[in-house]
């Protein structure tokens, strides 16, 4: 690391609070390291008061760019100059590029998404999916999905605080693409259970099976799985989920957590900072050498 830090090194940053535990400075710097580029990232501890200054450090330091997460990811959106049409639709920026000053938001949790299901050799263009959740995965997720040609999109979530985000999702999807989203209650279990029935891929974006709901999954009858369509969940930790569980006692075929998409949300920032394609392969082997 040492060796890489010179005079010429370009700084990349991100923000949030809490951070400290984040796999992106390793992700990144190591990407950095493989590819031989002059460039550092770094974590900062930055809350909602602290967000105006950071975001001018940006332009004053000169730096490339920064990622954003939790507290800051909708309270960005004034300080930037502009927004890329799925940051726009999502109202929600997790990855921040300074082009001569000029600061534009994008979100690439939705395409991290996308690339994970395309890495695998699938293609969920013109199909339908079900989603459950629709906070701030759930929705880059939909977005993501019904620009990118998905057909229809079946949204539940639980009638708590994010439900009138869904309303909003469900909406924005029906406006501004072709996509045919519904919204659904997660209460209506035979709704639920006939939606994925119907369905090339449910997606699993509300963390139930993360820690402290690692127990839990929203599907727990094998039979609600026909053995060819892809269920995903977002969770990464644990690597395999309940939910995950399920899926493989049903003899589905395409299981996935969401280690592809935490991967490649990564790698779509490092494009936008650097024009290089991130080492992703590397990257996975060196972080989750574990796994293999
Ligand atoms: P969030 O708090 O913004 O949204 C949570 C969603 O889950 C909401 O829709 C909420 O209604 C629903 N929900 C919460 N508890 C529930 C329960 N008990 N039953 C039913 N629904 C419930 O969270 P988020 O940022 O969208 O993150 C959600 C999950 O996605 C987390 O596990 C997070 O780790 C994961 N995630 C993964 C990646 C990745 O790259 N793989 C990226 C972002 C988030």
Redesign the pocket.
Known sequence: MTERIDGHTILIGLMAYPIRHSMSPTMHNNAFAKLGLNYAYLAFDITNDKLSDAVKAIRTLDMRGSNVS?PNKQKIIPYLDKLDPAAKLCGAVNTVVNDDGILTGYTT?GT?FMKSLEDEGLDIRGKKMTL???????TAIAIQAALDGVAEISIF??K?K?WDN?KRNVDIINEKTSCKATLHT?EDQEDFKSEIADSAIYCD????G?KP?EDET?VTDPSWFRKDIIVYD???APRTTKLMEVAQKAGVAHVFN??G??LE?GAEAFKLWTGKSMPVEYIRELLFKEDK
């Open positions: 939790m949790d991290g459950s959740g629709a906070g701030g995965a759930g979530n639980a708590d994010v869904a997660l974006s509300t963390g139930v993360m709901l929203l977002t969770v990464y969401g280690l998409m935490m949300q």
